[in-house]
């Protein structure tokens, strides 16, 4: 069993950055992939950044350039640094890990409560 709490979340101008935060409680395995996603109000929620054991990482086409993934040796804090931050990137953001055989196929199997990042123009 894994648990996630997101912290770090607020609100930001536009152009500005912020990093939300997630700590992993429970046994993160070499075979499982930590990721960050996110749901904007109306609209699906969508993958944003990935990372795995081997640090290879994954990002949405919308954030690549402006946020980074990055997780500590122990996998038991993982980040999200966003810069260069704009309206569209307002939403709620969730910490998620599961096995990256199947991220793709089925999601991840655990997730945060999420933390709320906002951007005014």
């Known amino acids: 069993q894994v648990q996630l709490v997101e912290s770090g979340g607020g609100s930001v101008q536009a152009g500005g950055s912020l990093r939300v935060s997630c700590a992993a409680y429970g046994s993160i395995y070499y075979n499982m992939c930590l990721g960050w996603f996110r749901q904007a109000p109306g609209k699906e929620r969508e993958g944003v950044a990935r990372?795995?054991?081997?640090?290879?990482?994954s990002y949405a086409d919308s954030v690549k350039g402006r946020f980074t993934i990055s997780q500590e040796y122990a996998r038991n804090k993982l980040y999200l640094q966003m810069n260069s931050l704009k309206p569209e990137d307002t939403a709620m953001y969730y910490c998620?890990?599961?096995?990256?055989?199947?991220?793709?196929?089925?999601?991840?199997?655990?997730w945060g409560q999420g933390t709320q990042v906002t951007v005014s123009s």
């Open positions: 998620a890990a599961g096995l990256c055989g199947r991220w793709d196929v089925t999601g991840p199997d655990y």
């Open positions: 990372i795995d054991s081997y640090g290879e990482t």
